[in-house]
């Protein structure tokens, strides 16, 4: 088993900027592929960015040129850069392996004013 450490979150008005990471443990982390995934009030868990062993990446219309996501597979973490945020972005956000998603973390808490 991954164990996968979210940290990062926290308050900031719209506009402002966030840098997630989660911080991975264990003998197999550059074997996966990664992901961010984000859970708002009333909604469903949704996927946020992606990113493969290579740093191929893939992001949600919804954030897409606000948001960045990067790995160090040397210190086995993998980064959620957010910019440009928005109230509509508060949420709780996960990270987890991608496609087949492993036991969910506590995840950190994003709250974006107005």
């Known amino acids: 088993q991954v164990q996968l450490v979210e940290s990062g979150g926290g308050l900031v008005q719209a506009g402002g900027s966030l840098r997630l990471s989660c911080a991975a443990s264990g003998t197999i982390f550059n074997t996966y592929a990664m992901g961010w995934f984000r859970q708002a009030p009333g909604k469903q868990r949704a996927l946020v960015a992606t990113?493969?062993?290579?740093?191929?990446?893939y992001y949600a219309d919804s954030v897409k040129g606000r948001f960045t996501i990067s790995r160090d597979n040397a210190k086995n973490t993998v980064y959620l850069q957010m910019n440009s945020l928005k109230p509509e972005d508060t949420a709780v956000y996960y990270c987890?392996?991608?496609?087949?998603?492993?036991?969910w973390g506590q995840g950190t808490q994003v709250t974006v004013s107005s």
């Open positions: 990113i493969s062993v290579g740093g191929s990446t």
């Open positions: 987890n392996k991608f496609p087949n998603t492993r036991a």
